[in-house]
């Protein structure tokens, strides 16, 4: 005979209820094991959608080119160098396979809205570099009338709570308008540069080539038209480049969730452990009374299944409600469907696996070994 | 009774060695945790400390960019004077320098310097107090420069004052003159500075004899858009002035000086300024989330291997109940209990700590990691602390431990 659902909801209701300190600390225990998981995975996510959003999907067919340090300041222009506004007037014209010339000038400077100032890094850039990356806009765009500006999410948040997009911004010498939102660059400003020759700071330019074929050639005639004063690479080079800096400057945040996620797994093991090793003689007499294994196995998975939900719920609430507060101070987190599910269900699996290694005594044979164990 | 409570802990610690063993695994993850973010806390603090002694008694040098041409300085009288006033416990040691070659006999060719100077640059850069020089009617010079002033050398190239041009084509030149605009030359000796040369900036190594000190104010009215870029302003706030009001003052006056400047200038703080600008920010934002992330994982850690602790405890309560009905005295059960839980907790904890430091000095160069014996010992003895809260918890519960109601509601 097989325990009608009513009857396992009833039992596993009635068996929680019995134990309702033990069962407030495996919620609380599950939650805590959870939490930093969950928060970094959320983390993960953010950063994930940042670097796709930034990887550039021509990299194959650009040419960067970065303006190296002179013995000048970079406030000061150094007459014997060749300037930006040449620069790009060569590179515009020096081969009919070049697509498109864009470029981005870096520079520090204070930033104001009117009520405080920020020092922070702005750069000056025209449309067509944004048109380089998968997607550079998180919200808005290069619109209106006036002097548009782009500022990164990361530091909206910290100057305005939210979305900056409407204000009136002072960065350096240049009065504009917030106009759009970007995860690339999130800590920077950007000027949208209608005009030619408006470079400030340190530059580089972004020479896209029409074919594939020809980026190495076109690269070899750059190389020899910029002389010693800018680096020439390949942007797919560069991306693989950076990728591989991004992994070891995330080492420490890598080394942190892995302990993290060990700290969970063995959080949850031993819960479930304890849960199940509790309830061993109640298991034991209930098999002599003629209980079938697969009831007590359901009774025990629907009661992880009531307290892991709970948990997990739990997890999200915190999550949820710190988010802001989070993503202002610590990191930034995507808290979606997908990190959700994916939680849910990584936790599910390790449920079904600790489930089954710990539930493999519940056997005819070893009633009395289960009963006397716990004595 | 401490051998017996010693024997009696690891007797139980063998019988449930696997639960033990597991919760001792645990312990290490959760250990390890809190090592590596307190770690890298410690390492951003350790930073953050480092910028701020930096910070300390630095010199803020803003340097000018003209964004286009402009008839009106980049920072004029009234608006210097509005600064000073608004940070009277900053030192503005403000200097705009001119370079004029002149000829004493007609042969021989010098080069001098007319430098007009703030109070705050003679007190600073050439330790002379002398208050109200910046707005006054005196101006000191070297010998050479005396004779150029007082129009008794040539001119060659560059730009004199205009009080000063009438008598600098040698026309002119009265001994000992007060000059027309009515700025008196008096020699450098009676500056009584406390140095004979400069070890300032540009002007470094250049001798005072060299010079020309004359009034801030006085230079305005000659001035010409080509001579903007000359314009530096030196910021000092006090040694013992907070650093993060010294980083908010001089984020303010540069603020201050581009509202003013309005879409004409760009003012940049030099090379070294700079750094310390956007890397305190980020030091400081850096140090305060790695406390967050590991106050956080702290209490999170800690929560979580107590509530461990605790359920591994629950379930002996009526062993304990029926061992205090035998004779056992409580005081014992809960030494037994305390030690049962904080050998494996040590021995986890001490392996965390010393897993996670070796993890971190192979793999984590960025941001560069200080490690602490200090911080490894408290994040082992951290280790102890989920058994201690656990066994605090329950304690109260220890005091009425009624095992005949116990093992009656077992027999129900």
Not at chain 1, 197 to 222: C, H, M, P
Not at chain 2, 256 to 278: C, K, N, P, Q
Request: aromatic share 8%; glycine share 10%; hydrophobic share 45%.
């Amino acid at each position: 005979m097989t325990a009608s659902p009513s009857f396992l909801l009833m039992s596993i209701l009635q068996n929680l209820r019995a134990g309702k300190r033990t069962t407030a600390l495996l919620i609380l225990g599950f939650a805590v094991g959870w939490l930093l998981p969950a928060a970094l995975l959320a983390s993960a996510r953010h950063e994930l959608f940042a670097l796709r959003d930034r990887t550039m999907p021509d990299a194959r067919r650009i040419i960067r080119l970065e303006e190296l340090p002179g013995l000048s300041p970079p406030s000061v222009r150094d007459v014997a160098r060749r300037s930006e506004a040449e620069m790009f007037a060569i590179l515009r014209d020096l081969d009919p396979g070049v697509e498109s010339v864009s470029f981005r000038s870096e520079y520090r400077g204070i930033l104001s809205d009117g009520r405080s100032y920020r020092f922070v890094q702005i750069q000056s850039v025209d449309p067509a570099y944004t048109e380089l990356f998968r997607q550079y806009f998180r919200s808005g765009g290069i619109t209106g009338e006036g002097r548009a500006c782009v500022v990164g999410t990361g530091l909206s948040a910290e100057l305005w709570g939210g979305s900056g997009i409407g204000r009136n911004i002072r960065a350096g010498a240049v009065f504009c308008t917030v106009t759009g939102e970007t995860g690339v660059q999130d800590r920077r400003v950007m000027i949208v540069e209608t005009e030619e020759g408006s470079y400030r700071g340190w530059t580089q330019f972004f020479v896209k080539v029409k074919e594939n074929a020809d980026t190495d050639r076109i690269l070899g005639k750059i190389r020899q038209a910029a002389g010693n004063d800018w680096k020439v690479e390949r942007m797919d080079e560069v991306e693989r480049r950076e990728w591989s800096n991004t992994l070891a400057a995330y080492a420490a945040a890598i080394l942190i969730s892995l302990a993290t996620l060990l700290f969970a797994l063995l959080n949850i093991g031993n819960i479930m452990g304890l849960m199940v090793r509790e309830r061993r003689k109640q298991h034991g007499i209930r098999l002599a009374l003629g209980a079938r294994p697969r009831t007590i196995r359901a009774e025990l998975a629907g009661e992880l299944i009531v307290v892991t939900t709970a948990s997990l719920l739990l997890v999200f609430a915190v999550l949820l409600a710190v988010r802001p507060l989070a993503e202002r101070h610590v990191f930034a987190m995507r808290l979606d469907p997908a990190v959700m599910l994916s939680v849910f269900a990584f936790n599910l699996l390790i449920c079904c696996a600790a489930g089954l290694v710990l539930t493999r005594r519940l056997r005819k044979p070893d009633i009395v070994r289960l009963v006397r164990e716990v004595e | 009774m401490t051998g017996y409570i010693v024997r009696k802990s690891l007797l139980m610690i063998r019988r449930h060695f696997k639960v033990h063993l597991l919760f001792a695994l645990q312990t290490a993850a959760g250990i390890a945790v809190i090592y590596a973010c307190l770690t890298l806390q410690y390492s951003t603090a350790a930073q953050y400390r480092e910028i701020k002694k930096e910070i300390g008694g630095v010199v803020w040098e803003v340097n000018v960019v003209s964004e286009r041409p402009s008839d009106r300085p980049p920072l004029d009288y009234a608006q210097y004077a509005r600064l000073k006033e608004r940070f009277p416990e900053a030192e503005f040691p403000f200097c705009i320098v001119r370079t004029v070659y002149y000829t004493t006999d007609g042969t021989e060719i010098r080069t001098g310097r007319l430098l007009y100077a703030s109070d705050d640059f003679l007190r600073v850069v050439l330790d002379a107090d002398r208050p109200g020089f910046e707005r006054g009617s005196a101006a000191y010079a070297g010998g050479g420069m005396r004779g150029l002033l007082e129009g008794r050398y040539r001119l060659i190239h560059g730009h004199m004052p205009p009080a000063a041009a009438d008598g600098a084509d040698g026309s002119g030149a009265e001994a000992d003159a007060e000059l027309a605009g009515g700025l008196a030359v008096l020699p450098m000796e009676e500056l009584g500075a406390g140095r004979t040369r400069f070890t300032h900036h540009h002007l470094e190594n250049v001798p005072l004899e060299q010079i020309a000190l004359l009034p801030l104010a006085s230079y305005y009215p000659s001035f010409r858009p080509e001579e903007a870029g000359m314009f530096q302003l030196s910021v000092r706030f006090g040694p013992g002035a907070d650093e993060d009001a010294a980083i908010a003052g001089i984020t303010e006056i540069l603020g201050h000086m581009l509202e003013w400047g309005g879409e004409d200038y760009h003012f940049v703080v030099g090379s070294a300024g700079e750094r310390l600008l956007s890397g305190y920010a980020e030091i400081r934002a850096g140090a305060s989330a790695a406390g967050i992330i590991a106050g956080i994982c702290l209490a999170t850690v800690l929560i979580g291997l107590a509530a461990v602790a605790q359920i591994l405890f629950l379930r002996r309560r009526r062993a304990f109940a029926v061992c205090s009905a035998l004779g056992a005295r409580k005081a014992v059960l809960f030494g037994e209990m305390l030690l049962e839980i904080a050998l494996p907790s040590l021995m986890g904890g001490l392996l965390g700590a010393a897993a996670c430091s070796w993890c971190l000095t192979a793999w984590v160069q960025v941001p560069p990691i200080r490690q602490s014996p200090a911080v490894m010992a408290a994040a082992a003895a951290l280790a102890l602390a989920p058994g201690m809260l656990a066994a605090c918890a329950l304690a109260p519960g220890f005091r009425r431990l009624r095992p005949i109601e116990m093992l009656r509601r077992d027999q129900a």
